[in-house]
């Protein structure tokens, strides 16, 4: 029996998130009512400079998607993070986080909601800055790519309680936006509330 979870929250709507997550320790995030999804990045917690490398982790893996199994990797080659459960599969890593400048791109809009602000003031409150933010994971998103290399956010298709645990190999700092986009079908357009969990091993 493992022993007590060390941290549980409920992220809101449209909120970031962020937490050290302790090498050996699981962070688990679910999306609680399904079709959310969930922009990640996470750090070395012992040097911030060395984070999440999307080219990094799908080279080594030789695919384009993240799930079980799936090494995620630094800039540096570090193991910071490994997928041990997951109930979704083929979690996006290439099409990064919403921005004002990409939804004014994409569909002609200026908002002041985004992973982007999200990810600037939740790493702000970590003393980062925003040259901190990298391509990153979207959880619960699926970006299917076609032969002619065209590719688009495929309508939510996560059931409630869809789950991804997460086991640190180093001291980590996750950092997460509950996506608050509203102009594509990556969460149903109705953002909803996800839970995250640190626990200090898979059993708890
Ligand atoms: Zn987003």
């Not at 599969?89 to 985004?114: A, F, K, Q, W």
Request: aromatic fraction near 6%; include cysteine; proline fraction near 6%.
């Amino acid at each position: 029996m493992g022993a007590a979870s060390e941290l549980e929250a409920v992220v809101p709507a449209r909120a970031p998130w962020s937490g050290v997550v302790p090498a050996g320790a699981v962070l688990t995030i679910t999306d609680l009512e399904g079709q959310q999804a969930v922009d990640f990045l996470c750090y070395d917690a012992a040097d911030p400079s060395d984070r999440y490398s999307a080219t990094n982790t799908i080279k080594v893996q030789g695919n384009i998607h993240v799930g079980l199994g799936t090494v995620l990797f630094a800039d540096s080659g570090a193991a910071l993070m490994t997928v041990i459960a997951d109930s979704f599969g083929l979690h996006d890593t290439i099409y990064g986080c919403c921005s004002n400048p990409n939804n004014r791109l994409r569909y002609g809009v200026m908002t002041t909601e985004s992973c982007y602000s999200n990810f600037a003031a939740e790493l702000a409150r970590r003393g980062l800055g925003r040259e901190a933010i990298v391509p990153n994971i979207n959880w619960f998103m699926r970006v299917p790519v076609n032969p002619d290399g065209s590719a688009g956010i495929a309508e939510g298709a996560t059931e409630p309680g869809s789950a991804v645990s997460l086991r640190a190999e180093r001291d980590v700092l996750a950092v997460l936006s509950n996506c608050p986009q509203m102009h594509n079908p990556c969460n149903g357009y109705a953002p909803s509330p996800v839970r995250v969990r640190i626990a200090r091993d898979q059993t708890d």
